[in-house]
């Protein structure tokens, strides 16, 4: 102890409880800089390989990341094949390798952690797409040069309308408590160069179709410009993935964690159906819905999903 | 074959000798080619010789104010001859001394003159080298007149720093052109030994490369100590004669005759890469003249690498001397970690000192960052008040958002030795918000660094 002559005790600085070992894998070199921008982005520098020196995390190695990578699903839509990274060129070897890049690690990380952990079940079902197709070509005729409604707009807006009515399907797994959202924010997975990314149309239930096209349209552009800002592309309460424009009939997508729930949309394509005891030619389209079993049981997955084909196969249900 | 060694260096100046050091350290076999002293334009006639005239200079200004500390010195007689001498014997202790450290660190020296040759060869006289590993180019550069405006270097009345570092004695009057930190330099040197000073500078201000209220803050100390300043000045005609030199300025749209004793041109260098053989082993040099590199500092011809001014800008010593180091660990296998060249040091030596890392403001403006200025001005700081420094601030431009250091400039006293807290912090990425955090010593001028820090977070204490 010091001499105590007029010294006043100030709390001594407590040695942490817990110090951390020297080259534990928690700690993160990374530079103050690097540090302020990853918490702001809210960047995991776990993830991050780091270009400074001795493997330091430094500005330049978030600056991609804290525009691009947070909360991929596995599956993507609107997709703009033009801008993927090509792969390269073959040199005639039997292999090339590409060292991962950001996103790629983190899609990895992310749904190892997905598929992994969570108890996924699937249900399909086929929804029958002709009124909602006349409804959308109503609808565009109105609107003229006002924008466009897209099927995957009018998917958004149902799977929102429906989440209202089954709140046990928006929801999120978090260690210790399920939380169900009031709120509905839908995730949109949108491909973009060298990965996917879902921007967020937050409370999709109260918009309109119109301005959920405006929207999601502007955001996928966005999201393809690497221009999303962090609080676009996080707190998604369910997402939406959508393979139609690649002519896939049916998939199955990942759920993003701690989402509860996704869907894949699958193309729509007339085919012969039985209607009323006659064959005829109607436009058909599988939706499949990814649940965590740990959130949504069977029985209230399946309730959601007739509800969503309900809506799509009656638009005017949403009305109710 | 006894003329083979790993490396090869062409000239030993500052980006040459360290890489010498560096390449010797890494257990490479090396050899040094030099035509001259060991230590290049820097240690002979640049850098060294020329602090050492500056504190010369610094003194004699000293001595004039020291009645004022309580100190009679009597009447203040300059001898610039002295001077001189001892910054000879301040150059050849330091080319001694790198002769001392090749010696040390077994690097050969050949002195000659080298001539590179295709397969990483190298020609001194009618010796032949031979590189096993590579050849590094570091034949810097030297200084350049104006021959075209009648401007050509006479050595006489028409001069450059080369021969001003030789004069026996200052001339009565002189005009500098051209206003970076070379013409600066000279101005207070010269000014100090009783030369009357006209600064001729083609840009708006001078330190045209510093932030403007660097240059501000310069032009208005020069005014005031008597050295005419003139920016934004063209020089069309210069007119040699036997004992002086007539010079047509034009400024602000107006024309005048300027007739000196002296001219010392300090506008610019040319990068030594004539008669060096650079075409025959197919090494090319860039639009400005520069040799091109890659970012393994590697030529267009594998096994020659070019370092220091020759490399490309900004010419300076210690930008030279981290290229030699970087290079050798590249050419052992090593990976070092990349050159900053955003993050080089720029100082002027002048009275008072001006030192910058980074952005200027105009420079913030331009790229359209979003930053905010922090200043604190040395008239508020204890020691400068102490030592009668008080001239100059320090300014620190930090981005918005992040607080990232984007460009920092200092004025005033040892600026030079004060940036390099700055440079350490922008090379770590520190933020102000560290560079604040760090408990400064009080007194010192190191605290206007705190709190030009502490300014740009809205919260300065000692204003």
């Not at chain 1, 430094?58 to 993927?84: C, F, L, N």
């Not at chain 1, 998604?236 to 998939?251: C, H, K």
């Not at chain 1, 959130?295 to 809506?311: H, N, P």
């Not at chain 2, 390099?420 to 400064?440: D, F, K, S, W």
Request: glycine share 10%; charged share 25%; hydrophobic share 40%.
């Amino acid at each position: 102890m010091r001499d105590a002559g007029g010294v006043v005790a100030v709390a001594t600085p407590k040695p942490a409880t817990t110090p951390v070992p020297a080259g534990d894998a928690s700690r993160v070199k990374a530079s103050p800089l690097a540090k302020r921008i990853a918490k702001e982005a809210g960047v995991d520098l776990k993830l991050v390989t780091g270009s400074g020196p001795g493997g330091r995390v430094v500005k330049r190695d978030i600056e991609g990341t804290a525009r691009s990578v947070q909360a991929p699903v596995v599956a993507a839509g609107a997709p703009p094949p033009a801008s993927r990274l090509p792969p390269p060129a073959s040199s005639g070897a039997p292999y090339e390798d590409v060292p991962l890049t950001q996103i790629r690690k983190t899609i990895a990380k992310r749904l190892a952690m997905s598929l992994g952990p969570i108890p996924h079940f699937f249900l399909t079902t086929e929804v029958d797409m002709e009124r909602a197709s006349e409804a959308r070509d109503a609808l565009n005729k109105q609107l003229g040069d006002q924008g466009k409604v897209s099927f995957n707009d009018i998917i958004i807006k149902a799977t929102a309308h429906a989440l209202t009515k089954h709140r046990p399907c928006n929801a999120w797994f978090e260690e210790d408590h399920i939380r169900y959202w009031n709120e509905v924010h839908i995730g949109m997975a949108v491909a973009v160069e060298d990965g996917l990314i879902t921007p967020v149309i937050r409370n999709a239930d109260g918009k309109s179709l119109a301005e959920i096209g405006r929207e999601a349209k502007e955001l996928a552009e966005r999201a393809r410009n690497r221009r999303l800002q962090p609080n676009e592309y996080t707190g998604a309460t369910f997402s939406v993935s959508n393979l139609g424009m690649f002519d896939i009939d049916q998939f199955t997508a990942v759920i993003n964690p701690p989402e509860a729930g996704i869907i894949a949309v699958g193309s729509i394509v007339q085919k012969p159906v039985v209607v009323d005891g006659a064959l005829s030619a109607r436009r058909r389209m599988r939706i499949t819905m990814s649940c965590d079993h740990r959130v949504i049981d069977g029985a209230t997955g399946a309730a959601f999903l007739r509800t969503l084909k309900q809506m799509l196969e009656n638009p005017l249900a949403m009305l109710l | 074959m006894p003329n083979a060694f790993d490396v090869i260096i062409l000239g030993g100046g500052p980006a040459g000798y360290v890489a010498a050091i560096r390449s010797a350290q890494l257990g490479m076999s090396t050899v040094v080619i030099e035509k001259e002293k060991l230590g290049g334009v820097c240690v002979n006639i640049g850098c060294i010789p020329t602090k050492a005239l500056l504190h010369s200079a610094y003194i004699a200004s000293l001595l004039r104010e020291a009645k004022e500390f309580g100190v009679e010195a009597g009447a203040v007689k300059t001898d610039y001859g002295v001077a001189m001498q001892r910054s000879r014997k301040v150059s050849d202790q330091n080319s001694k001394g790198v002769e001392f450290l090749m010696k040390k660190n077994k690097v050969t020296v050949v002195k000659g003159v080298g001539v590179l040759q295709p397969g990483r060869k190298v020609k001194v006289g009618n010796d032949a080298y031979e590189a096993k590993k590579a050849v590094l180019i570091a034949t810097g550069s030297r200084v350049k007149g104006l021959p075209q405006i009648g401007l050509e270097i006479n050595k006489t009345t028409v001069i450059s720093s080369d021969e001003a570092l030789f004069l026996e004695k200052a001339p009565a009057s002189m005009a500098i052109i051209g206003a970076g930190a070379v013409g600066m330099e000279f101005a207070n040197i010269f000014h100090a030994f009783g030369t009357k000073v006209t600064l001729i500078e083609a840009l708006p201000r001078i330190l045209p490369l510093e932030d403007a209220e660097a240059s501000d803050a310069l032009a208005k100390s020069y005014k005031k100590r008597g050295i005419e300043v003139i920016p934004g000045a063209k020089v069309k005609k210069g007119t040699a004669g036997k004992d002086k030199v007539t010079l047509e300025v034009e400024a602000n749209g107006a024309a005048q005759k300027i007739e000196v004793a002296t001219v010392l041109m300090a506008a610019g260098r040319a990068v030594n890469t004539e008669n060096v053989g650079l075409a025959e082993c197919g090494v090319q040099v860039t639009d400005r003249g520069f040799i091109k590199v890659d970012q393994r500092l590697q030529t267009t011809a594998p096994g020659y690498y070019a370092i220091g001014d020759v490399a490309g800008p900004p010419m300076l010593a210690h930008k030279g001397m981290r290229e030699g180091v970087t290079v050798t660990e590249i050419i052992a296998g090593q990976k070092p970690h990349a050159i900053r060249y955003d993050n080089v040091p720029s100082v002027t030596y002048c009275h008072p000192e001006v030192a910058s890392i980074g952005l200027t403001e105009d420079q913030c403006k331009e790229r359209k960052l979003d930053y905010v200025a922090g200043r604190f001005p040395f008239s508020a700081n204890g020691r400068a008040r102490g030592t009668g420094e008080t001239e100059g601030f320090v300014k620190i431009l930090r981005d918005k958002k992040y607080g990232e250091i984007l460009g920092a400039h200092i004025v005033g006293g040892h600026a030079s030795e004060i940036i390099h807290e700055l440079t350490v912090a922008r090379e770590n990425e520190y933020t102000v918000e560290e560079v604040e955090l760090a408990i400064h010593a009080h007194p010192t001028m190191s605290e206007a660094v705190a709190q030009a820090a502490l300014d740009s977070l809205g919260r300065v204490v000692d204003m």
